[in-house]
């Protein structure tokens, strides 16, 4: 078939079914296995969660798990967080099709006959507000329910599941672990790397009986798959080109399907069957807007949860090509915990994906070249939010003085940055901009009370860099400065796994 603007098959963005769903094919073939056993009525506790960043592929797995389903006849349900705000919300969509009789009875558990999808008519008993239910009713009611719904056995999918009230939640795995125990269901759950984290605070048991596949990068061979075949037979690339699109998109399967499309774009638009450089330089444009504003989101999120300055140092830290390690992980943590809940600072980090484990020990960047982008355009942010507050001269002065030793006595920062400040446009100022780094992260509390510590060395010295080569070219138009929108070319030499 003709390639043209129509029948693009690429399918960038979250969500969405890709073309070719390259790799994942123990997994693949794992749920296979298990779709047809609950179908035939076999019973198998073992819930599945799929673990990985954004963009990796989680809910296009879902999406494949449901098609494959349906082949089978075997009935799904997809959850998302709406569902799980009331139990009634969640009851209504567990029952839309379960068996008329075993739900009845279900109802009945919960005080009366009383039905959220309106079926069974009027109620005859006076209902007790939701509230008024007791853990142990709620999880009976949606057990029962669940057990009704799985007559012909039951696939249930629960997407972005690190983000669901954990009131339901709770009530809702307790019930999908009994009821799995009697009854054909398979429950599929998927979210990002901080729901281990987020079950672990809200329901134990269960994330002992789950199977965690992490979603992660695609392989070099899976990169092509997914990319080259969507073209078919008459589209045909120069070896050079393939190299150069398949490194870039470093194996993240939302870059791949936005090369893929933009790619396709080019060739109708050009009324080309082959793939040269300049057909990749072409897509390349589009692309590389499509992925700085990914980049300027995730930093825009870093910052706004005050992220930004523990996150940055660690990027810079790992350094270029260098890999993330569990040591990177607690240590930016603990570069979190001075504003942070422990916890809170593991799962917000852990949420965004920019490091992450994909098995035991092994520790990845969920986008590479995002941390690339960080050590840049980071240090940039906050080097203008430190102009902007006229602290530079004060981080100098401070830096200078974490020379001496490690630790140091906030008074002894305090008097002597007040020194420092006397007599210029700054004077009385030295309490505010130990504040305003202490709030960015640069500085934080040491173990000995009233001590600090410089907690990000490697950016306060990248700010410095980034100060001189401003000051070393003065004759620069503001708008010509690097702007968070630069291109971004250090990504090209990164190759996915084989
Ligand atoms: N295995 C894969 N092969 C090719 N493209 C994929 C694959 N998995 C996901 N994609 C594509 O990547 C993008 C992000 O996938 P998505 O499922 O939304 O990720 P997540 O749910 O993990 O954020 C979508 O455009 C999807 O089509
Ligand atoms: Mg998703």
Not at 220 to 225: E, V
Request: charged residues 25%; contains cysteine.
């Amino acid at each position: 078939m003709a390639i043209g603007i129509d029948n693009n098959p690429f399918n960038p963005g979250y969500g969405e079914i890709p073309p070719v769903l390259a790799g994942r094919d123990n997994l693949k073939n794992e749920v296979n296995r298990r779709l047809t056993k609950t179908y035939k009525g076999e019973k198998h506790p073992t819930a599945i969660a799929l673990v990985g960043p954004r963009g990796c592929g989680k809910t296009a797995l879902l999406g494949w798990i449901e098609e494959k389903a349906e082949k089978k006849k075997l009935p799904v349900i997809r959850l998302v967080k709406q569902h799980f705000e009331s139990v009634d919300n969640l009851a209504k969509a567990l029952t839309e099709n379960a068996d008329s009789n075993l739900r009845s009875r279900a109802y009945s558990i919960r005080g009366g006959l009383k039905d959220p999808t309106g079926h069974l008519g009027s109620a005859e008993v006076e209902l007790k507000k939701e509230s008024e239910y007791t853990p142990i009713e709620n999880t009976l009611y949606l057990t029962n329910l669940l057990a009704a719904a799985s007559t012909k056995g039951l696939a249930i999918l629960v997407d972005e599941a690190h983000d669901l009230p954990p009131e339901v939640g709770r009530y809702f795995y307790d019930a999908a672990q009994s009821a799995a125990q009697r009854n054909p269901i398979l429950l599929v759950i998927a979210g990002t790397p901080d729901l281990k984290s987020v079950l672990r605070r809200s329901k134990a048991t269960f994330i002992e009986r789950m199977n965690t596949r992490n979603i992660g990068l695609l392989s070099w061979d899976d990169t092509s798959r997914a990319l080259i075949e969507p073209f078919g037979n008459n589209i045909t690339f120069d070896d050079n080109a393939k190299f150069s699109i398949l490194s870039k998109t470093q194996g993240y399967p939302y870059f791949i399907q936005h090369w893929g499309s933009a790619l396709w774009d080019v060739l109708v638009r050009k009324g080309v069957t082959h793939v040269g450089d300049e057909e990749v330089k072409d897509a390349r444009n589009t692309v590389d807007q499509l992925r700085n504003d990914l980049y300027f989101n995730r930093i825009k999120e870093f910052e706004s949860k005050g992220m930004l300055v523990p996150v940055a140092e660690t990027a810079f830290r790992i350094g270029e090509g260098g890999k993330p390690s569990a040591y990177e992980f607690d240590v930016t943590i603990k570069r979190m915990s001075h504003t942070l809940d422990k916890l809170e600072a593991e799962e917000k980090l852990l949420h965004t994906g920019f490091i992450w484990q994909e098995g035991i020990g092994n520790w990845q960047f969920g986008i590479p070249s995002l941390a690339t982008y960080v050590r840049e355009h980071g240090t940039e942010m906050i080097f203008n939010q430190i102009k902007i507050e006229n602290a530079l001269p004060s981080l100098r002065k401070v830096h200078s003085y974490f020379k001496l030793a490690s630790k140091l006595p906030t008074s002894y920062l305090e008097e002597n940055l007040n020194k420092f400040l006397k007599g210029t446009s700054q004077e009385n100022q030295a309490d505010d901009h130990l504040a305003f780094f202490s709030e960015l992260g640069i500085l934080c509390p040491g173990r000995k009370p009233d001590y600090c510590l410089l907690a990000a060395p490697l950016l306060t010295e990248a700010i410095f860099e980034k100060a001189e080569r401003l000051e070393a070219k003065p004759e620069m138009e503001p708008n010509q400065e690097p702007t968070l929108q630069t291109r971004h070319e250090s990504d090209d030499d990164y190759t996915p796994s084989m």
